[in-house]
């Protein structure tokens, strides 16, 4: 992956002068005034790990696979949010892990936990490296290492008759995809970081994918977990549902790497799809839009994939990254993706009963080509972020969800803590925003905000994320639908659960890690009072 970037560096498409045009006449973008350190330039700062700290890495993994050169610490240093980029690509390393070890397999893990649990050096486990809230800047004042898993990067077994498969945490996307198709068999399961992200970042961050309303979220195909921390293994689930007690598996889901590291996950898995189709439908408004997509999903039949962008979203084409400043007019209404995987029978049932009801609800029928066009360019969206931040505009995103009756609140509280923020500090920003995921119960709302970037990008910035947090809470939102929790969104996290589901998550922590080792200050906040 591009180290001050996303993605494959071949990938990278600059923004069309036309766009480049209309960002400066809207919105006041302005070129930036120094290119990006390259990559030979940034220099970490001297590796703060003892000689006896680093013999116990390399006796657990071999020497070849302990790593403290300059580069692999640079690309092992923050995640991919909009302020990682912008720190980064000025030679702003600070926080680069001071070493990199790479195991390959569970004991090793375990042999690297232990030592450092015994030597007081922090561990992040690093996977894809595609964090967008901080989850990979831990709080370590005396040095960490990236746990880089991608030796473990296997498809160990396939069970056939009762559809699941055991894979390792380092195997990222695609590969999964390729390893089980051959033997007929699908996760269904594309973030638009697939690319990129990693089994076992799937499962300690909560991932959703794209076709979530069809095939679930990454947490719910998950049937056990191996997990490996300082105190030893843990060996999570044997049934798709018990009632053996509370289900240890959804302490280790969303952990984010505080409490574990996961060295296998076994999947529910699907079989590949015979058709695949994408249509797009026309709704008037996002909430005429809204009522048909909650109809579906509360009362069916379900599409795959279901979602819907709202006029400013429709507007611009972010539905089809390929396509931005096409020239859309200004009655495009709101977009809705529509995509149905399966037997051609299934995909014919499920397509007439879901055509019926959104053009009951209003919608209008506009063919497979958008459905097309936005499944081509499904994971081209931070390739467009990069190309934004290359023209001198700030962009970021953040998601949330609520139920359905409170998902219009949400909708304005946020819009508009953006829209008022950035406004008053000179910067008037584009709100754009889809909802991503459906569900019976609510849905969850996806935010872009685009926006000159002022003299301090990330500080800048701040302020509006912090309204828009409070926003979020205020209006009945979680704080994370699937992004997680990381170091940015931690104290708004504590405030979503209370100060007794602090202390809780706190007691599991000092009972797995009481080293403290384990990605410290992600995820949980601190207890004051201690």
């Known amino acids: 992956m591009l180290w001050s970037g996303w993605g494959d560096p071949a990938k990278a498409t600059p923004l069309p002068d036309s766009v480049v045009g209309l960002l400066r006449d809207l919105l006041g973008v302005r070129p930036r005034q120094a290119a990006p350190k390259p990559l030979e330039a940034v220099e970490p700062a001297p590796c703060r790990l003892s000689a006896k700290a680093l013999d ?55 042999a690297i936990l232990r030592a450092c649990a015994e030597l007081r050096v922090a561990v992040v486990p690093f996977g894809g490296g595609t964090s967008v809230v901080g989850g990979l800047a831990p709080r370590a004042h005396d040095g960490f290492v990236a746990l880089d898993l991608r030796r473990l990067d296997g498809l160990l077994d396939v069970d ?5 498969a055991v894979l390792q945490p380092g195997l990222r996307g695609p590969r999964a995809e390729e390893l089980l198709a051959e033997h007929g068999f699908t996760l269904g399961h594309f973030p638009q970081s697939f690319e990129w992200a990693t089994i076992g970042g799937f499962a300690a961050a909560r991932s959703s994918g794209q076709a ?5 979220r990454f947490d719910d195909m998950v049937v056990s977990l191996q997990v490996a921390t300082p105190q030893g293994t843990l060996d999570i689930g044997r049934a798709p549902r018990s009632a053996a007690g509370p289900d240890l598996r959804q302490l280790v889901l969303g952990s984010e790497g505080a409490f574990g590291v996961i060295t296998s996950v076994t999947v529910r898995v699907s079989p590949v799809p015979e058709v695949k189709v994408y249509e797009g439908w026309r709704f ?57 995987e399966g037997t051609a ?57 609520a139920v359905w009756s409170r998902v219009p609140e949400l909708y304005e509280a946020v819009r508009t803590a953006l829209t008022d923020t950035l406004t008053g500090a000179g910067t008037p920003p584009l709100v754009m925003c889809h ?69 809780i998550l706190h007691a599991v922590k000092d009972r797995l890690d009481p080293a403290g080792v384990l990605n410290p200050g992600i995820l949980l906040p601190p207890l004051y009072n201690r």
């Open 435 to 503: 909802v991503s995921h459906v569900y019976g119960a609510g849905a969850s709302l996806y935010f872009t905000v685009v926006s000159a970037q002022g003299e301090d990008p990330v500080a800048h910035w701040a302020p509006a994320k912090r309204a828009a947090c409070d926003a979020i809470l205020a209006a009945g939102g979680t704080i994370s639908h699937h992004h997680g929790v990381g170091t940015d969104h931690r104290d708004w996290y504590a405030r979503e659960i209370g100060p007794l589901g602090v202390e």
């Open 160 to 164: 056939p008759v009762s559809r699941t």
């Open 284 to 340: 008037a408004s996002f909430a005429d839009g809204q009522a048909a997509l909650r109809r579906l999903a509360q009362d069916g039949p379900s599409p795959t994939v279901l979602r819907l962008s709202d006029e400013a979203e429709t507007l611009i084409g972010l539905a089809d990254p390929d396509a931005i400043g096409g020239g859309l007019s200004s009655d495009a209404g709101c977009l809705a993706i529509a995509g149905y």
């Open 212 to 216: 979530s309303a069809g095939y679930g």
């Open 56 to 110: 116990a890495l390399r006796d657990a993994v071999g020497e070849t696979h302990v790593r403290t050169d300059d580069v692999s610490r640079v690309r092992h240093t923050r995640g991919k949010s909009t302020p990682d980029l912008l720190r980064i690509r000025t030679g702003s390393v600070a926080d680069a892990p001071d070493a990199v070890v790479l195991p390959a397999s569970h004991d090793e893990v375990l």
């Open 345 to 401: 029978a299934q995909v014919a049932q499920r397509r007439e009963g879901a055509r019926a009801v959104l053009r009951a609800a209003g919608g209008e029928f506009l063919g497979e080509e958008p459905g097309a066009k936005w499944a081509n360019g499904r994971f081209s969206a931070p390739y467009l972020r990069d190309a934004l931040l290359d023209a001198g505009a700030f962009a970021e995103t953040l998601e949330t969800a």
